[in-house]
C-alpha cells in the first residue's frame, strides 16, 4: 500500500438553470467566458493533485519533495511552505496492497461505510482529500505553479489524499484546530505550513506534515471571500 494513499476527489455539482442568464463581472473569481447559464462551482476549476515523492514515484522529482501538477516542486524536503486550508473532505476505504485491481472503494458516510466493512476482506481505514492554497513565494522558480491571481497576488491550488500517517498529521490537526474555536474561525483564517518529513520504519518514507503557521500575518480579506465562494 502507498502509505500516502491516492484516490480521485470528488466533488458534488449543484447545476442552477436560469431562464435569464445575467452577465456578472468576476471579481476574484476563476471564471470561465461562457458559463451557459449553469452555476459555477468547485467541480469547474481544474484542481491538480499534490504528491510527496517517494523512492519509487515515477516523477522526476527529489525525494520527499512537494510536487503540484507531478510537475513543478513547491518545496523540498523537510522545507515548509506556506499554505492556507481551503477545504478537506473525510471518508473511508479499502486497506489495498498498492497497485491491486479493482481500485479500493470509497465511502463518505456511515451507511455506506457499514455496507463496505460487510462486504469486503480487506481492513477498512480513514483517509481524507485536503484542497490547499500556496501563496506565490518571492524567489518561486517554477514558472506556471501559482497560475491563479487574487488581489494582486498570484496563488497556486492543490489537493493532497491522505490516510494513515499523513492522516494524522494533515487531517486530524485541521479537525482538532476547528474543534477549539468558533465556527466564525475557520483554519482558512490563518497560515499554515506544509512540510514533507522523514518517517522511518520497516521502510522508509515521506510524509506531509500541517502545523499553524507562527506569524501575527494573516491571509487577505479577498482570498477568505474566494476560499468562502469555492468550498459553498
Not at 488581489?151 to 492522516?167: D, E, F, P, R, W
Not at 494524522?168 to 485541521?174: G, N, P
Not at 522511518?200 to 468562502?228: C, H, M, Q, W
Request: zero cysteines.
Amino acid at each position: 500500500m502507498d502509505p500516502l494513499g491516492e484516490i480521485t476527489v470528488t466533488v458534488t455539482v449543484t447545476y442552477i438553470i436560469m431562464s435569464k442568464p445575467a452577465i456578472k463581472e468576476p471579481q476574484n473569481e476563476i471564471v470561465p467566458n461562457n458559463s451557459g447559464g449553469f452555476e459555477i462551482t468547485a467541480e469547474d476549476i481544474d484542481i491538480p493533485r499534490l504528491n510527496v515523492v517517494q523512492a519509487v514515484s515515477q516523477i522526476d522529482a527529489p525525494h520527499g519533495s512537494i510536487v503540484i501538477d507531478k510537475r513543478h516542486v513547491l518545496a523540498e524536503l523537510e522545507t515548509p511552505i506556506t499554505t492556507i486550508p481551503m477545504v478537506w473532505t473525510k471518508g473511508y476505504r479499502e486497506d489495498k496492497p498498492f497497485g491491486m485491481e479493482p481500485p479500493s472503494r470509497s465511502v463518505y458516510n456511515k451507511e455506506d461505510l457499514d455496507a463496505l466493512k460487510k462486504d469486503t476482506e480487506f481492513p477498512v481505514i480513514e483517509f481524507a482529500n485536503i484542497t490547499l492554497m500556496f501563496p506565490e513565494p518571492e524567489d518561486a522558480k517554477g514558472a506556471g505553479a501559482y497560475p491563479f491571481p487574487i488581489s494582486g497576488k498570484n496563488y497556486a491550488i492543490g489537493t493532497l489524499n491522505v490516510a494513515k500517517m499523513a492522516y494524522s498529521q494533515t487531517f486530524k490537526r485541521l479537525a482538532t484546530y476547528e474543534s477549539l474555536r468558533s465556527a466564525d474561525d475557520p483554519a482558512y483564517n490563518v497560515f499554515w505550513n506544509l512540510e514533507a518529513i522523514t518517517v522511518e520504519g520497516r521502510v522508509t518514507y515521506f510524509a506531509p506534515s500541517l502545523r499553524v503557521k507562527a506569524t501575527d500575518d494573516t491571509p487577505d480579506k479577498e482570498v477568505i471571500a474566494f476560499i468562502n465562494k469555492f468550498s459553498k
